[in-house]
């Protein structure tokens, strides 16, 4: 009776178990990563071997979690990088938000209106609604850029906080792998089986691998050591933090007491650094790389030009440097320079004569305080370097510019003045060579002429100087000059000739852009970028032109001319086409993160629904054991019932 | 293999499916609502690039044809002008030739020289003619009256130039600049020179009035030489003229082309744009479907247990 007692006992408690097991399941339908859990039964044999000997019923040997380590590690592969393309589509599109798109607002149209500015500009040099619109413009331009590249920069600022929370979870999780290392060690070392310990572990482990990729192995107590992209993050109850800090503006990690930075390679950590110490900085390297090419390109062209009332009779530089003796290059100028040319004209107002100098300029081994020495050796002009500044001013009776004029009296022929007047219209700079082809008088002797030759000998124009011409007439050249010649006689066996240089750009370096002559923008990338303040308050100072002739439009027209040219700053593209190219690199990085999110989404999901197939609970199944187990159990107690009644008999029949 | 689907995988399908469906739900929304197939660089980055290019044309174009239009109206005016310029010499070469005749006596030429006065101050007004308050035959330098005239005893006797040999330029197409004038001395010859027109008539009148005293042989001669100086300078305002014509016409070639390139660009912007309003809305009611059937399905699987069927 009593073994038939215990037999009844033990399925009594293999079903109770049982049925725990089921609630435990069931309770844990909707637990991440919990693997569902069987009981393991085994007949209890009799305590003899003998032929009538029966068992003494069942007893539960152990609870198993149903699950696969091969498919744990798919996850374990598969979470850095659904971790990494989540947190990246998502800084990107917050990114691509600040570009765009309206054919108003965008960056690219205000830019174009810039350009729109200028040609309005050139259709009424001399109107003051069309300069207020090119400073108007010019102000819009500058704002955009400097909006952007603040809240590119912010966005950037932001992700050091960003980093040190990822950071700082991926060091607390890494403490509870730790923890849950300990429980389980001392729950196998006791005989148990911590299957409820492991799944809390593995969604730890998985919470990780989101962060940072991690390979996992375990010992033979179960416990995981995480390796992290070459270091021991976890080693069984040790841990190694990581730490986030700012370097030279990069978001940068270190391990433990290490300075080495550490790169994690993937997971969300990896995005946010790659995001950080890449694409923006990148993005920001595009903006800053178009601002400052549009300031200096537009700086450029308008330093060689004049404004409404002129040549100058005195200008002051806006880039100050700190060093007036150290080289140019050394004075963190927005650009660095190449040797070159500078020339000065300089206007006797009274007669209108026009001289020249021609300055050498080597920037690596010259400073500012020399190339003012310079300047102050033109006849009528004094320089001098205050505060870091470079001032120029026209002795009384004379007005200084840098446009492209011609010398007035370059020399004589033979014994006839020539004289020179217009501003050089020619696409690269030239020597005009004269010859007299004749000997003769100017005006009187019949057929004289003279030839006008270029650079590589080909013929410009012959002059008609003979019978009938007027001395002083001026005659037309091409490239925008005309020349006369004074009475005199000329000869052709010296033979007599005079040369004189067209230079088309009088600073094809950017001396005066560099150091802010005459500029419109001042500024040298994208946050700094604005209009200088001077020019800003009188916009007479736009240089339309080359010549104070109130329809000279030349100057604005060079400045329109910039939006179609191919410029090696931009890598030969043309503003647009920059631009484009950069809001398309913009656009497909945006896209191709999403495209990313969702492919590892779907990969993930998938490996998601192989370890469902295998560990996840089936409310099904569970409603199905529930049945048998409390059948069993209703089975066990009728055993137990009947075991009694035995007995009671037993007793009656005593 | 048989493959064991939870709740939870079955779920998640379902979920996944509802996901998708509502994202391509509020794409087409979008479309619809801005009636824009671009409203975020991610949706065509490579069509929102090549739009802004497209865009930067047009606008360029709109530019250049507000330039050709004003180019087109002082082109037109000078041109008038010049019209009436080659009307004074017509009617000083007249004078020329009827003074020459030897039958016209002094009293005569006397009146015409006075007529010729009139020419003279006449021909100065056009040369100064202005157009929206510039002048018109300045060259660049248009805000400063072009030619003035130095007086000897009352009368006219040289007109001197006081503007600039070139002239401004404006954008009317794709690398196509054309200048909108004419520089005095291009129409009315330079200063001094024999091309010199203001210096034809001037000698024409003093010829008239016989200020040298020349005999009447000596006069009708240097008369008749006179006709071919006169000749040549009216010449040479009907070059000018046939050239602010032949530019006249070259922009009404370039103003055609501009429209035609602004239309094509106009077709170019709305097709890499402009959302398909019938294919968004097809799309709107199709994901709308596809939503509403994901969330039937997942109501259904949360439904349907072996607990529903056990008493």
């Known amino acids: ?418 004289t020179l007047e217009g501003n050089v219209q020619l696409d690269a700079t030239d020597t005009y060579t004269f010859t007299a082809d004749a000997t003769g008088t100017i005006g009187t002797t019949a057929g004289l002429t003279v030839t006008v030759t270029d650079s590589t000998g080909a013929t410009v124009a012959v002059l008609d100087v003979g019978e009938g011409y007027q001395p002083g007439q001026a005659l037309s050249l091409r490239g925008g000059i005309s020349v006369s010649f004074g009475a005199g006689d000329i000869d052709a066996t010296a033979p007599d000739t005079v040369a004189v240089e067209l230079v088309a750009d009088p600073d094809a370096q950017g001396f005066l852009a560099a150091l802010g002559i005459n500029t419109l923008f001042g500024g040298s990338d994208a946050a700094s970028l604005r209009v200088r303040p001077e020019v800003a308050a009188d916009p007479e100072r736009v240089a339309a032109g080359r010549s104070d002739d109130g329809g000279d439009n030349a100057n604005a027209l060079r400045l329109a001319d910039i939006q179609d040219e191919a410029l090696a700053a931009l890598g030969s593209e043309t503003v647009d086409g920059y631009y484009a190219a950069f809001i398309g690199r913009v656009g497909l990085d945006a896209q191709m993160a999403q495209t990313g999110e969702r492919t590892a989404t779907l990969l993930l999901d998938a490996a998601q629904n192989q370890r469902d197939a295998i560990s996840a609970v089936n409310q099904d199944e569970e409603a199905v054991n529930l049945l048998r187990y409390q059948q069993l159990y209703a089975f066990a107690a009728r055993y137990v019932r009947s075991v009694e009644e035995l007995t009671d008999e037993l007793m009656q029949i005593l | 293999m048989t493959l064991r689907v939870t709740q939870q995988s079955a779920m998640r399908a379902a979920l996944s499916s509802a996901r998708r469906a509502s994202e391509n739900l509020a794409v087409a929304q979008e479309q619809l609502a801005t009636s824009r197939r671009i409203n975020r660089l991610s949706d065509a980055p490579l069509d929102a690039a090549r739009a802004h290019r497209v865009r930067a044309q047009t606008s360029k174009f709109e530019q250049h044809k507000r330039n050709l239009e004003q180019a087109q109206h002082e082109i037109e005016y000078a041109a008038s002008t010049l019209q009436d310029a080659s009307d004074i010499f017509v009617e000083a070469r007249e004078i020329c030739i009827r003074a020459a005749d030897s039958a016209t006596d002094p009293t005569a030429r006397q009146a015409m020289a006075f007529t010729v006065d009139g020419l003279i101050d006449t021909l100065l007004r056009r040369a100064n003619a202005q157009y929206n308050g510039r002048y018109v035959f300045a060259g660049t330098a248009n805000d400063t009256q072009p030619y003035a005239e130095q007086y000897d005893d009352g009368r006219i006797a040289s007109v001197g130039y006081e503007g600039s040999r070139t002239c401004a330029a404006l954008d009317v197409g794709p690398r196509a600049r054309v200048e909108t004038g004419e520089a005095g001395p291009s129409v009315f010859g330079e200063p001094g020179s024999e091309a010199d027109a203001f210096a034809a008539l001037i000698e024409l009148r003093d010829l008239l009035r016989n200020d040298a005293e020349l005999s009447e042989g000596e006069l009708a001669q240097a008369l008749t030489d006179h006709i071919e100086r006169v000749t040549e300078v009216h010449d040479q305002a009907i070059d000018a003229a046939s050239r602010l014509g032949w530019r006249s016409t070259q922009l009404e070639y370039t103003r055609t082309t501009i429209d035609d390139a602004t239309l094509r660009n106009a077709e170019l912007t709305s097709t890499l744009e402009d959302a398909d309003i019938t294919a968004a809305a097809g799309a709107l009611y199709r994901q709308e479907a596809a939503l509403q059937a994901a969330l039937i399905v997942a109501a259904r699987l949360m439904k349907n247990t072996l607990l529903e069927y056990l008493e």
Do not use: W
């Open chain 1, 1 to 418: 009776m009593d073994t038939s007692l215990s037999i009844g006992l033990s399925a009594l408690l293999a079903a109770q178990k049982a049925l725990d097991t089921t609630g435990h399941n069931l309770a844990n339908v909707h637990t991440p990563n919990f693997s569902r859990q069987r009981t393991i039964t085994a007949s209890i044999p009799p305590s003899r071997v003998t032929a009538l000997e029966t068992g003494r019923g069942v007893a539960t040997v152990r609870v198993d979690a149903v699950r696969d380590q091969f498919i744990d590690r798919i996850l374990l592969a598969r979470d850095p990088a659904s971790g990494a393309a989540t947190r990246r589509s998502e800084l990107l599109s917050e990114i691509e938000s600040l570009f765009s798109v309206d054919p108003e607002t965008s960056l690219g149209a205000i830019i174009d209106e810039l350009f729109n500015s200028f040609r309005e500009l050139a259709r009424n040099p001399s109107g003051s609604a069309e300069r207020g619109g090119v400073v108007h413009q010019a102000q819009t331009v500058a704002i955009a850029f400097n909006d952007l590249a603040e809240h590119l920069d912010r966005l950037r600022r932001e992700l050091l906080p960003a980093t040190q929370e990822v950071v700082a979870k991926i060091n607390a999780l890494a403490e509870q792998v730790a923890s849950l290392n300990l429980q389980i060690r001392d729950c196998r070392v006791n005989g148990g089986e911590a299957n409820d310990l492991v799944d809390q572990r593995l969604t730890a482990l998985r919470d990780l691998a989101q962060l940072i990729p991690i390979d996992v192995t375990y010992d033979y107590l179960d416990r995981a050591d995480v390796r992290a992209a070459g270091f021991l993050l976890v080693a069984n109850d040790d841990t190694t933090e990581l730490a986030a800090n700012a370097d030279d503006g990069l978001c940068q990690i270190t391990v433990g007491d290490s300075s080495v930075p550490y790169a994690p390679g993937g997971g969300q950590l990896g995005a946010i650094l790659d995001v950080a110490n890449a694409v923006l900085p990148d993005y920001l390297d595009c903006l800053d790389t178009l601002a400052a090419t549009i300031a200096r390109e537009v700086n450029q062209r308008h330093a060689t030009g004049v404004g409404h009332s002129g040549s100058f009779a005195s200008i002051v530089s806006t880039n100050p440097v700190a060093d007036a003796l150290a080289p140019l290059n050394q004075c963190r100028l927005p650009f660095q320079l190449q040797s070159g040319h500078l020339q000065v004209s300089v206007i006797d107002q009274t007669t209108g004569e026009v001289t020249q100098s021609k300055l050498a300029i080597h920037p690596n081994t010259d400073s500012l305080t020399d190339l003012a020495a310079a300047l102050d050796g033109v006849d009528h002009l004094s320089a001098q370097v205050a505060d870091g500044y470079l001032q120029i001013a026209g002795a009384s009776g004379y007005a200084f510019d840098f446009a492209n004029k011609v010398v007035t009296h370059p020399g004589s022929l033979g014994t006839a003045a020539v």
